[in-house]
């Protein structure tokens, strides 16, 4: 069992930056897919961002060229690079792991490939 505990959210102005952690409970290397999601007030969870276990990355369109997701193994952390923010950015933001990759690229971003879930961290941009 995998547990996932985020910290770092908070409230920023448009245009800040903020960092994001996950700290896994376990080494992260049994783990093959890791990554961020986020769910505004009123609408479904969305994939951000996922990191595999070969190195490469799959962004939403949305967050391309202001998020960067990065990982210290020797601490089991993962981490979301939040730059140049905007209000549509506010959202509870979850990190989640699964031992094995979506097969499908197309399906990396989607929350119902993911068993293990944070209970997430809140993330407000004001205008």
């Known amino acids: 069992q995998v547990q996932l505990a985020e910290s770092g959210g908070g409230s920023v102005q448009s245009g800040g930056s903020l960092r994001l952690s996950c700290a896994a409970s376990q080494y992260t290397d049994t783990i093959h897919c890791m990554g961020w999601f986020r769910q505004a007030p009123g609408k479904v969870r969305e994939g951000v961002v996922i990191l595999l276990n070969n190195g490469s990355t799959k962004y939403a369109d949305s967050v391309k060229g202001r998020f960067t997701i990065s990982q210290d193994s020797a601490k089991n952390t993962l981490y979301l690079h939040m730059n140049s923010l905007r209000p549509e950015d506010t959202a509870m933001y979850y990190c989640?792991?699964?031992?094995?990759?979506?097969?499908?690229?197309?399906?990396?971003?989607?929350?119902?490939?993911?068993?293990?879930w944070g209970q997430g961290t809140q993330v407000t941009v004001s205008s």
């Open positions: 989640a792991a699964h031992p094995i990759c979506p097969y499908h690229e197309y399906d990396l971003l989607l929350p119902g490939q993911y068993h293990y």
